[in-house]
């Protein structure tokens, strides 16, 4: 079946870049999605990159996508205190929208 | 004022007890989708809708069922909770294009003693 992995935990000092990593198994994945989490919030989109493309960036971010071997990363230049949330990782197939999601990664960004 | 809304935003209740979590949005999309969160796992969809009379389940739907009154509202009933239900639960909308991004609310806690 599906599945997406991400580690669980990351952290990095502000200032640095941090690299968030994520795996996916259905080769069919049509678009694939970064989203944020901040504490008590709901998630809030990020980023996406539809599976024909090798990247995608925009401001701090930069997404990679490897497809040979169903790779994902995400990368956030500059890292802030702001940045600090849990991100996830997640895959949609088809014209149904239905997501999957990783379990996601907590950034932690100290001085 | 927010797009999606959920109703409670934290609940505590007992084992047996019927509850309802309820979703409003005002972003006027055809889509809503109810997620489960539990540490260490991500989100799992729980029931999806994709108009007022399409409803479908999702991979974690035993022990939920689902009302879609209107095009703004998608309720989420436990009809007899359980300890293993207790997580943090999120509904979220979106418009009806290929990848067209997912908007969540704000999550309810719910918490079966």
């Known amino acids: 079946g599906e599945d997406v992995e991400q580690s669980l935990f990351l952290s990095v000092r502000e200032g640095d870049s941090s690299v968030i990593n994520c795996t996916y198994t259905d080769s069919s994945s049509t678009y694939l999605y970064w989203y944020k989490q901040e504490p008590g919030a709901g998630l809030q989109l990020l980023t996406y990159i539809f599976s024909n493309m090798d990247m995608k960036q925009d401001q701090r971010l930069t997404v990679l996508l490897n497809k040979k071997d169903k790779h994902l990363s995400l990368r956030i230049a500059d890292t802030q205190t702001g940045d600090s949330a849990i991100y996830f990782c997640?895959?949609?197939?088809?014209?149904?929208?239905?997501?999957?999601f990783g379990a996601g990664t907590r950034l932690a960004v100290h001085p | 004022d927010a797009d999606v809304t959920q109703t409670p935003r934290n609940r505590i209740t007992k084992t047996g007890k019927r509850i309802m979590l309820e979703c409003s949005q005002t972003k006027g999309h055809d889509r809503m989708y109810w997620y489960r969160q539990d540490p260490g796992l991500g989100l799992r969809l729980i029931y999806y809708s994709f108009d007022v009379k399409d409803i479908n389940k999702g991979e974690i739907s035993d022990g939920y069922s689902v009302s879609r009154q209107a095009q703004a509202k998608f309720s989420l009933s436990l009809e007899s909770a359980i300890p293993n239900q207790t997580a943090l639960y999120f509904c979220a909308t979106s418009d009806s294009g290929t990848g067209s991004e997912q908007y969540f609310g704000p999550g309810t806690r719910l918490t079966v003693t």
């Open positions: 997640a895959e949609s197939t088809g014209g149904y929208n239905k997501l999957i």
